[in-house]
């Protein structure tokens, strides 16, 4: 590879853009190639929840703590970058699996407490009906997704990445070996090609022989108009995962990845909007602004793709549903591999070649 080699990027989302960032601060020539407006697809369309919650094993639980303490060092790094530490109360899940969570994830380190209905009432006093019982971790947060991937995009170019607008078609190949890209114009080489394209990821990889085992299941979330401060912090009710936004709004779903939009998105976004008047008091003042389908990538098994593609010197594979919340650290962890440095053990089960994709 060149002292200073050059990666092309594809896919300017927040995982692209933090691996674009993290190359070009470490001395790589990038360019980074996006096909729609740069901050990517799905993206824009997250509820943006930066957690190591509940559902996962120990090795992803402490990927996830890890990129939650990266994303303070990036904001230090990036001050555009501004990062909301709110609180996250969770009461999504039966009373037993709520406890055994608490219990597993304490053990772990987490910061988590069970609270009362006293408690909930004084932390979120917006609630109409608040439980009896719920866990919260103060140590949770959120983020602006768009404006996020918007200033690590604009801090890689500030440090001389290159930004362009273009379809990528396919991975260019010579030899078994990855030169370059393929776009809808031109080719464009390079001496290592990243494929950060979220649910586009699978369809890039295939041109190069690689099979990458993803779906691209929809999510649909309801946005109000702004208004007043209704919340404090970050609320996963059982039918209602809600917060609100910078600028006033409040952005809801069924789940935080969003509701199942089904055959009638407009009604579905109607009734994620009720089920909201309904859970906050003075909620019939609230007005409905819009919704929003994201089509999130979602690994076969879960958990992130990310690491060099097997048999195909030259090309590496970023693709994972929780982007929001791993993206600083999959940026610095891969930037390193990618430069030549060792990969990280918290990488260690994730790499793509657990699913034998090349072909």
Request: glycine share 12%; net charge neutral.
């Amino acid at each position: 590879m060149a002292d200073r080699p050059h990666v092309i990027v594809v896919g300017a989302g927040i995982i692209g853009a933090s691996i674009a960032w993290h190359l070009a601060r470490d001395g790589a020539k990038v360019t980074i190639i996006e096909a729609d407006q740069p901050g990517g697809i799905a993206t824009r369309h997250s509820w943006a929840w930066l957690n190591a919650s509940w559902g996962n094993p120990e090795p992803y639980f402490r990927l996830r703590i890890r990129a939650m303490a990266e994303w303070k060092r990036l904001a230090k790094e990036v001050p555009a970058i501004r990062l909301h530490w709110l609180g996250g109360l969770i009461y999504d899940l039966p009373p037993g699996e709520l406890d055994a969570y608490a219990t597993q994830h304490s053990t772990w380190g987490y910061g988590i407490r069970r609270v009362t209905a006293d408690e909930i009432s004084r932390m979120e006093p917006a609630l109409k009906a608040p439980p009896a019982m719920a866990l919260h971790v103060a140590e949770e947060g959120a983020l602006e997704p768009l404006a996020t991937a918007q200033a690590l995009l604009a801090a890689a170019v500030g440090l001389g990445a290159e930004l362009q607008h273009a379809s990528v078609t396919g991975i260019d190949m010579a030899a078994g070996n990855i030169v370059g890209i393929v776009t809808a114009q031109r080719r464009i080489a390079a001496d290592q090609v990243v494929v950060a394209a979220g649910t586009a990821t699978t369809a890039l990889a295939a041109t190069a022989g690689v099979n990458v085992p993803t779906s691209a299941p929809p999510g649909l979330l309801v946005a109000t108009k702004p208004t007043t401060t209704r919340l404090n912090g970050l609320v996963m009710a059982p039918d209602m995962h809600v917060r609100q936004l910078e600028d006033g709004r409040l952005l809801a779903g069924a789940h935080f990845g969003g509701s199942d939009p089904g055959s009638d998105a407009a009604g579905t976004a109607r009734t994620v909007f009720t089920g909201l008047q309904a859970m906050l008091t003075g909620g019939d003042t609230l007005a409905f602004d819009r919704y929003q389908i994201g089509h999130r990538p979602m690994p076969a098994d879960g958990f992130p793709i990310v690491g060099p593609a097997p048999d195909r010197p030259g090309l590496y594979l970023a693709v994972t549903h929780s982007g929001i919340t791993l993206a600083p650290a999959i940026g610095l962890f891969a930037a390193a591999e990618i430069l030549g440095r060792q990969r990280d053990p918290l990488l260690a089960p994730y790499g793509p070649g657990r699913f034998g994709i090349s072909r």
